[in-house]
């Protein structure tokens, strides 16, 4: 078993994840996707849990390092909102997929609680890094506003991809995201 086979098995696994939800996952389509027997999955995932847990913690991993990296590049609020916003929009223009955490959010009754506690680090990844943006863009708001538009923020965003799938419609994501900005929700 090889770390070439793992790898395969997380982005068969992802992409079931992002396409059909935490509760599809299944180990016997994810062998078939990769070309190896059920076996071989859980040999380097024993559970389910165990898949989702790396799926969910690896996902969270790359948001912080994306983040930590835009945030670097010392943009105008303006662009730093944009590329963000994109990263969303770059799941749907892959096959009209989910935000990971997102999707297995929806289904946050049913995760193990090692995959809850990825998604909700998610979900603060994302949390942090807005409040750092409009802290930055808006110093003199107090604390508490500035943490509470952050939030609505990533659930306005997270929503928008929601609502633009389920039409199958990216350019519908691209107008609730149009009407955020004209709102101010984003500035």
Known sequence: MNANTREEIMAAAK?????????????????????????SVHYHFPTKGDLATALAERYATQAQEFLDDLQAKSLPHDQLMRAYIAAFRGALEDD???????????????LPDEVRKEVDRFTTVNHQWLAKVLF?????????AT???AIAIFAAIEGAQLVARGKHDI???D????????SG???
Do not use: W
Not at 33 to 38: E, T
Not at 96 to 110: S, T, W
């Open 15 to 39: 992409a079931a994840v992002q396409t059909h939800g935490y509760n599809a996952l299944s180990f016997r389509d994810i062998a078939a996707a990769v070309g190896v027997k059920s076996s």
């Open 96 to 110: 009209n997929k989910m935000c990971l955490c997102g999707i297995m959010a929806a289904e946050y009754a049913d």
């Open 136 to 144: 930055a863009r808006h110093p003199k708001t107090p604390t508490e």
């Open 147 to 149: 943490e509470a538009r």
């Open 171 to 173: 350019r519908l994501f």
């Open 175 to 182: 107008r609730i995201i149009e009407a955020y900005i004209v």
């Open 185 to 187: 929700l984003l500035s």
